[in-house]
């Protein structure tokens, strides 16, 4: 896929669900995870985070919003359960993005919400586990931004394989097609145009 996302979390308090939406970053791929205002201890991540994912990819701690910083150009996305958000299923996911979630028993701040390009909600009956949220995002945007068979009528796998990606052949451009013949003044002789001046 092209582009780069980045997931975070927002006043998280629980380290085995910070362990657990860091270490589903790392395998769907994620360039960078981060906290903002987080309550949680970074070292008791392990019993989730079995993957160390910490490890492998770029981590950032905010102490609060005031203090986040995010690549140039990336979006911010807000999950969060509410009517006025845009249903995942029918959201069309930034190449350049970071996912942001709230806290357990809590919501984004309306801070947070403040500097969201989107809020997107998962289309559930009520609130999920933040660190399953998390998961179903990433794998929403995996879906539809990968390259894949695709889905048969029937139930069951593809019945055709993906096709092999061809890449085309260089593409010359040249300014030939932009090029117009000078405006002719009055009077102007295109015959006489390279006979020797009279004096």
């Known amino acids: 896929m092209k582009g780069y996302f ?4 927002e006043g998280i ?15 769907f791929g994620a360039s960078f995870v981060f906290a903002v205002a987080a309550q949680y201890k970074r070292q008791s991540n392990g019993g989730s985070d079995t993957a ?10 905010f102490p609060s919003i005031e203090e986040m910083l995010l690549p140039k150009n990336c979006r911010m996305v807000g999950v969060e359960l509410s009517d006025d ?13 970071a996912y942001v979630l709230g806290p357990e028993r809590g919501s984004l701040s309306a801070q947070m919400v403040e ?39 029937r139930a ?12 085309g052949g260089p593409v010359l451009r040249t300014l030939k097609p932009y090029r117009q013949a000078p405006p002719l003044g009055d ?7 390279n006979t020797p001046l009279k004096r």
Request: aromatic share 10%; charged share 15%.
């Open 52 to 61: 160390k994912s910490l490890g492998q990819l770029p981590f950032y701690g």
């Open 115 to 153: 500097k969201c390009d989107f809020i997107l909600k998962i289309p559930t009956s009520f609130c999920i586990n933040v660190s399953v949220a998390a998961a179903l995002v990433m794998y929403d945007r995996t879906l539809s931004m990968g390259r894949f068979a695709e889905r048969p009528v």
């Open 85 to 97: 958000a845009i249903d995942m299923p029918s959201f069309r996911h930034p190449s350049q993005c």
């Open 156 to 167: 069951g796998g593809p019945t055709e394989a993906l096709p092999v990606h061809v890449s």
């Open 187 to 193: 009077g102007f002789d295109p015959e006489g145009y």
């Open 13 to 27: 308090s629980k380290s085995m669900n910070a362990g657990a939406i860091f270490r589903t970053a790392h395998a």
């Open 6 to 9: 980045g997931v975070g979390v």
